[in-house]
């Protein structure tokens, strides 16, 4: 990343990995393993039931907290549901949003994940707002066109005041899980088209101050030629996130 203004971010996403005894363990060994002179800014987000103890465990320590979904309410008749007052009392900084799972599995459309991102920005917590093409739309062309797109629904209801907080996070779909990742070239196009939109619908001041992260089998050895692209402010990591080594050489190769 070149702007030095812009805190690059690391965020584990544990995904549905790990009981809560796991998850201590792991945070545990993350706290040890994490280079102590660093500039970037590292989260976890463990499954709902581990939040609080994790949560409890990264007390006082340089690593947030988040939540891997939200709902957008703060309370009423959602069975299920656990909403952003639910998620701040336990600490968390930071919610994933529209994370192509989510998407995929569970129905999250544009709309969806606009109001997550919203319900999580009315009460303080930052959303890590997730966009990314399938491999066939890529391939016939469109990748820009969607990702731009889904980026543009997902701001569009936001209060203009609170869009500083919002993160980004682009993920090709064809590279989460996957251990294909977008080619260093490839991923700072994709961030200089979203960074180019921002600028033209909110200004450029906010659009230079926007963290997009990276992620798609974000691994130790690909990790820092990722980073070093302009546009690149950090990772969004899955599976080497449930390994105190691998996270903490990819929180060390973002700086
Ligand atoms: P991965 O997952 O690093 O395992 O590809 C990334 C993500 O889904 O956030």
Redesign the pocket.
């Known amino acids: 990343m070149s702007d030095t203004t812009r805190k690059p971010l690391v965020a584990g996403?544990w995904?549905l990995h790990k009981t809560m005894a796991e998850g201590v363990e792991l945070a545990d060994a993350l706290l040890k393993a994490l280079p102590a002179e660093r500039t970037a800014e590292v989260a976890i987000a463990p499954v709902f039931t581990s939040l609080a103890t994790v949560g409890h465990r990264l007390q006082g320590s340089s690593v947030a907290l988040a939540c891997q979904d939200l709902y957008w309410e703060t309370q009423g008749a959602f069975t299920g549901e656990v909403g952003p007052l639910q998620v701040k009392e336990l600490g968390c900084r930071y919610a994933i949003v529209g994370?192509?799972?989510r998407r995929q599995y569970f129905g999250d459309t544009d709309d969806v994940v606009g109001k997550k991102a919203a319900g999580a920005l009315a009460h303080d917590i930052a959303p890590i707002i997730?966009v990314g093409e399938s491999l066939a739309v890529r391939e016939a062309g469109q990748a820009e066109a969607h990702v731009v797109a889904q980026v543009t629904a997902a701001l569009a209801g936001l209060e203009t005041s609170t869009l500083g907080q919002v993160v980004i996070?682009y993920?090709p779909i064809w590279?989460?899980?996957?251990g294909r990742t977008a080619s260093p070239e490839d991923a700072e196009q994709m961030h200089l088209a979203i960074r180019t939109r921002v600028g033209e619908a909110h200004g450029k001041a906010l659009a230079d101050g926007l963290r997009i992260l990276y992620?798609?089998?974000?691994k130790p050895g690909n990790a820092a030629e990722l980073m070093a692209q302009p546009d690149i402010d950090g990772a969004?990591?899955?599976?080497?996130?449930l390994e105190a080594a691998s996270f903490a050489a990819i929180v060390t190769a973002a700086g």
């Open positions: 996403n995904k994370h192509s799972e997730c996070a993920e590279a989460i899980g996957t992620g798609g089998s974000v969004l990591v899955g599976g080497a996130s």
